[in-house]
């Protein structure tokens, strides 16, 4: 299994372009989720998924969008990239409910600039 | 006042050393209780629950004190290894909750 996988590694944008961050799983999870790391503070969420086709908002849902059409992939939407959105962005899976086990994937570093 | 706080370090410890932190969350009902590791530039993955009994898994230890609303992580015989971020993570309510982390570095 690839687990838990986040292209592209690393990507620089100006402000106001958008862009889509891939984030794919292979172990059949229902849940899903993205996360921004910033420095000094904790992972916050920015949107989630129970399921294909049911997504909801996290801590810090402004500015992007997600959809979830199929069980193993959960594109996250930049609509328009702003400087505050540089940061570390992690997707994460997990069997079923929020508290289970997280596998996170390996972050996608975004600057805008 | 932030849902989890942890004291962010750095601990320096030599090899072989004893190192402990705790975390301190702010929702008394909280459900459960994690630490995740996360080395550097790389993500977070699960290191322990933490169980109301207290719970040990090898050279960790990780102790809950309901009361206090702290969790607690023990680290004996230091290895190089174990140099790395400890993450504290809360389940509210189904969401979960993450610490700034606790940097620990051992030397040799």
């Known amino acids: 299994n690839a687990g838990v996988t986040q292209t592209p590694k690393f990507q620089v944008l100006k402000t106001g372009q958008s862009m889509t961050l891939q984030c794919a799983q292979d172990m059949n999870h229902e849940y899903m989720s993205w996360y921004r790391q910033d420095p000094g503070m904790g992972l916050r969420l920015i949107h989630y998924?129970?399921?294909?086709?049911?997504?909801d908002q996290g801590e810090v849902p402004n500015g992007y969008n997600v959809s979830r059409s199929t069980t193993e992939d959960f594109p996250l939407r930049l609509l328009s990239a702003a400087p505050s959105q540089t940061s570390v962005y992690f997707c994460?899976?997990?069997?079923?409910?929020?508290?289970?086990?997280?596998?996170f994937g390996p972050g996608t570093r975004l600057t805008v600039l | 006042r932030k849902e989890v706080e942890q004291d962010p370090g750095p601990f320096n410890v030599p090899e072989g050393a004893t190192v402990a932190f705790n975390c301190t969350y702010s929702?008394?009902?909280?459900?459960?209780f994690f630490w995740y590791r996360q080395d550097c530039r790389k993500e977070p993955k699960l290191l322990m629950s933490?169980?109301?009994s207290g719970n040990e898994d090898g050279r960790f230890t990780a102790q809950l004190n309901r009361a206090s609303q702290y969790i607690s992580l023990l680290i004996r015989d230091s290895k190089l290894s174990d140099s790395a971020t400890y993450l504290c993570v809360v389940n509210d309510d189904y969401k979960l909750s993450f610490g700034a982390g606790t940097t620990v570095t051992v030397r040799a």
């Open positions: 933490v169980y109301s």
């Open positions: 998924s129970v399921g294909a086709g049911i997504t």
């Open positions: 994460a899976s997990s069997t079923t409910r929020s508290t289970d086990t997280q596998y």
């Open positions: 929702n008394s009902a909280s459900q459960s």
